[in-house]
């Protein structure tokens, strides 16, 4: 009887158990939802550079150029010739001035007509600067666009001044405003000063007595002396 009794409990017991481990099974879990952090790996993180759209950074890159390009020194590029020491073409910045330009050709050679040029004025691209040398400014020869900042780029031709002339010089007693101001060191100012002292003093008795107009220095008349005269 006793060991039915024993069988009869571990039979039992036994069922029990594998009720109650069937009735852990059917109950229902309770799951915590995910959060939003949890969900996205830190490792795939979404980059704002990676996420753009192909559309988006070609307009980034664009604007980045156009920034460079913006940022890009303009220079302007000269012919420096005549009385200077290494002529040839030079590379300066847009705002560089003749006197730049001929410091870049290794600057004046010992004869050269160093007030020829305005120093101060700024360069053209393409420009050619012609510096002659004393002795051709001091013969009457003008220089085709030399001096006037056109920038034609045309080859420095040497030609006769037009106007009334005695033996290549110039009569200021008859010399209109245009031929006057081809005399080196005479610009319309000065020009027009010579034609108003010649009309109140009834021309010019002398070449020297130029000097008495206004405007009118001992360096300037070093210059012409030699390229007028007077009848």
């Given at each position: 009887m006793k060991s039915k009794y024993r069988l009869y409990i571990t039979v039992g017991l036994t069922v029990l158990m594998c009720l109650c481990a069937c009735g852990r099974s059917d109950a229902p879990v309770a799951l915590e939802p995910l959060s939003d952090?949890?969900?996205e790996d830190p490792e795939y993180a979404e980059d704002p550079a990676v996420s753009s759209t192909d559309g988006q950074t070609t307009q980034k890159n664009a604007a980045e150029e156009e920034n460079g390009d913006a940022k890009t020194v303009q220079t302007v590029k000269v012919h420096v010739c005549g009385a200077v020491r290494s002529p040839g073409?030079?590379?300066l910045?847009?705002?560089a001035r003749v006197a730049d330009a001929i410091l870049a050709a290794g600057d004046f050679e010992g004869d050269a007509d160093i007030d020829y040029w305005n120093q101060a004025s700024l360069l053209t691209d393409g420009q050619q600067i012609y510096v002659p040398?004393?002795?051709e400014t001091q013969s009457g020869l003008k220089i085709t666009g030399a001096g006037d900042l056109?920038?034609?780029?045309?080859?420095?031709?040497m030609q006769q001044g037009s106007g009334q002339q005695d033996g290549g010089k110039l009569n200021i007693n008859?010399?209109?405003l245009s031929e006057l101001m081809k005399l080196p060191g005479i610009g319309e100012v000065k020009a027009g000063a010579i034609l108003s002292y010649r009309e109140a003093k009834g021309g010019f008795g002398?070449?020297?007595e130029i000097l008495k107009v206004d405007g009118i220095k001992e360096g300037v008349y070093q210059k012409i002396?030699?390229?007028?005269?007077v009848r």
């Open positions: 952090t949890d969900s073409v030079y590379e910045p847009a705002q040398t004393e002795e056109s920038g034609n780029g045309q080859d420095p031709l008859t010399a209109s002398s070449v020297d002396s030699g390229l007028i005269c």
